[in-house]
């Protein structure tokens, strides 16, 4: 069971995306524009997978509900991180530089590549001991 302190970090971020989609969402037209409003708040989403992907490698299992050696495990995990925090900064970087119309899809279409990735090292395919 966690304890409560576990749980400050994560509303923390939450507390800090709300007030900084809020303060985005009131800013005045004449102080932001729409367009500029759009690609802020997504390089925001961006971040989130980011910090969260980080994380990743980090995190550790119990010894004994691995399925497989605590190396292979790790190093699914470390490709995973990587892989994701790479697909979250070229969400970014489409949020800020792709044209609006099509930020979303360039973005989502990299984050998908990457956790594609991810979800196939994790499964076997790709890694060295998958190969023979």
Known sequence: MKSAASFGRPLLGAALILAVSGALAWAAPEHISDELKQRL????????????ANAIPKS??????????????????RFAGWSLVLGG???MLAA???????????????????LLAAVLR?????SPAARG
């Open 60 to 77: 550790l299992t119990a010894l004994a509900q691995l399925r497989c050696s605590p190396e292979r495990e790790q190093a699914a995990r």
């Open 96 to 114: 800020l530089f792709a044209p609006l119309g099509a930020m979303h899809l360039v973005g989502g279409s990299l984050l998908g590549v990457a």
């Open 89 to 91: 900064i070229n969400y």
């Open 41 to 52: 708040v997504a390089a925001l989403l961006g971040a989130v997978v980011v910090i969260y």
């Open 122 to 126: 994790c499964y076997g395919v790709g």
